[in-house]
């Protein structure tokens, strides 16, 4: 029997927990010195499926860039948008049940890309197996929180520390 795929969240954040300005923006993280990849390569490679929130799908495709997830299984939660476009098949379902029947199909891990929204109801139905946390030397006051009241109580142990430029990457993995 295959081993049940794990949902990964890789993201970077602020140290008061933020993962995007208002807007969306980034600059913040793109402007941290950072060391070598802060794990992204060894991620993609562990991955064969991504999924997102619309916002932040809509943000990678703002980008003057290729779509740089073409290689992989697209899925982008959204309530406005159905189908499918050239690179991802939108879902409108309900997250819990979508993401465990997908943990149980065939493959490699999972990425949770983001964004705020979408991961809080990964929080709410305790869907995240591994976070990787990319933390950056900064505090924003306000933003797109990655973390926002919800009464959610998950253990997770520390697997990994790393100082990568001044990105400190946190490894936790789900306590099962």
Do not use: C
């Amino acid at each position: 029997m295959e081993r049940e795929r794990n949902v990964i969240l890789y993201i970077g954040t602020s140290i008061d927990g933020f993962i995007a300005n208002d807007d969306g923006t980034l600059e913040w993280l793109e402007t941290t010195e950072v060391e070598g990849d802060s794990g992204y390569n060894s991620l993609l490679n562990r991955i064969d499926t991504v999924v997102m929130g619309k916002g932040t799908y809509d943000t990678i495709r703002g980008f003057d860039i290729d779509y740089p997830y073409s290689d992989y299984k697209n899925y982008v939660f959204s309530k406005s948008v159905s189908d499918s476009d050239e690179y991802a098949s939108f879902i409108n379902k309900d997250v819990e049940a979508f993401i465990n029947n997908l943990k149980q199909q065939p493959g490699k891990d999972i990425w949770l890309i983001g964004g705020g929204k979408l991961a809080r109801e990964f929080f709410k139905g305790n869907l995240i197996d591994e976070f990787q946390l990319a933390i950056a030397p900064i505090i924003l006051g306000k933003g797109i929180s990655l973390y926002n009241g919800d009464d959610i109580t998950q253990k997770y142990s520390l697997m990994k520390t790393e100082k990568l430029g001044q990105l400190a990457v946190l490894h936790y993995k789900k306590i099962k």
